[in-house]
């Protein structure tokens, strides 16, 4: 008998930050907690009833090490309903007293190690923003009286014009280099403000189309009553048009190509932005989504970190500035491969406006 004023054990179940099935007898799913929700991108309401083996695919060897006192599995890959490939710890626990009853626990560990990771990748993009300001200083001046001293060759008549076309146009390329690394070391914070999200997507759509991704369909999946958004206006679209371009240039020799622009609103969601941080509350959910191949996987880890970049004439600056800009503004960016077949996700979290 519960004593009063102790949670029940339905409230203790909803609010645990691990993943929890409850399985019965017959192996269907007599329960699901809201992280769970969370990692499988099911419904608890949409799970109930259903065999376990059809929410995700179970381990190969799951029932041969099944011995009768539970069964766990470490960093192992699943692939759930929806064709979203998860890295999981899974441990599976006995009922005593209900026989053929179990509770699955799962957590989602490479998750813990990305976003180790991305507390790392910011004290590399500190290093980098250094080098990038001392670069900005000490280049941007002499490029200006190069620049200046080309016009002048060229205003004179001589037969060196095309020489001197070069120079400038090298140079505005360069100065071109450097203002994108100064984008990069703006540390002045931004101005968030409550806004709604889907006149900022549109506008990104209207952008990439009318330019470098005007022969690429770019469809939407909103999910309709998803509330404003806390962003600075300026940075959200340039955040998107950076991330359209990227999956845009993905898809240059790609058949069929297509790009979708996904909303989602995450109950729940929380995640710590680096070790040691409190949790912070990201509820809302943008997506990037492209059929492209993906990053090579010996850089997929390191998209986000500076001049890291597989496009042959990449500079390795799009992604770290993204990255930045979400940061600065309280969410966090992941790359992912999801889906069958697999498509190639940038997945945006961000904290929830006033209402």
């Given amino acids: 008998m519960t004593q009063p004023g ?34 499988l991108n099911l419904s608890e309401r949409s799970m109930l009833g259903i065999d376990l083996a059809r929410i995700f695919d179970l381990p190969a060897d799951y029932l041969e090490r099944r011995d009768g006192h539970g069964f766990a599995a470490f960093d192992i890959e699943v692939a759930t309903a929806r ?32 976003r180790a990771q991305s507390g790392e990748r910011s004290s590399g993009a500190r290093a980098a923003i250094g080098a990038a300001a001392m670069l900005a200083h000490e280049i941007k001046n002499p490029l200006s009286g190069i620049r200046g001293a080309a016009q002048l060759l060229e205003t004179g008549g001589s037969g060196d014009r095309e020489l001197t076309r070069l120079i400038t146009t090298e140079v505005d390329r360069i100065a071109a280099l450097i203002d994108r690394m100064q984008d990069f070391t703006d540390t002045r914070p931004l101005r968030a403000e409550t806004a709604n999200i889907y006149p900022l997507l549109d506008h990104a759509r209207r952008v990439a189309r009318a330019g470098f991704a005007r022969d690429i369909p770019i469809e939407d999946r909103f999910d309709p009553s998803l509330p404003p958004v806390l962003v600075d206006r300026d940075a959200f679209l340039q955040v998107m048009l950076n991330l359209l371009k990227n999956a845009a240039e993905a898809l240059r020799d790609v058949p069929a190509a297509r790009i979708t622009l996904a909303t989602a609103y995450r109950h729940g969601m929380s995640v710590r932005p680096a070790p040691g941080r409190p949790k912070l509350p990201l509820p809302i959910e943008i997506l990037v989504i492209d059929n492209g191949p993906g990053a090579p996987p010996d850089i997929a880890e390191h998209l986000f970190e500076p001049f890291v970049s597989s496009k042959p004439d990449g500079q390795g600056l799009g992604l770290p500035l993204v990255d930045k800009l979400v940061g600065d503004m309280g969410g966090i960016i992941q790359y992912a491969r999801e889906g069958e077949p697999q498509a190639t996700v940038l997945r945006l979290l961000l904290p929830r406006g006033d209402a």
């Fill in 83 to 114: 064709g979203q490939r998860l890295r999981i710890d899974l441990i599976e626990t006995l009922l005593v007293d209900h026989p053929g009853w179990r509770i699955l626990a799962m957590h989602d560990a490479p998750t813990t190690r990305r």
């Fill in 6 to 39: 102790v949670p029940s054990s339905a409230t203790v179940l909803a609010a645990l930050p691990v993943a929890v099935l409850l399985i019965d007898e017959v192996g269907s799913v007599a329960r699901a907690n809201a992280a769970a929700e969370l990692l």
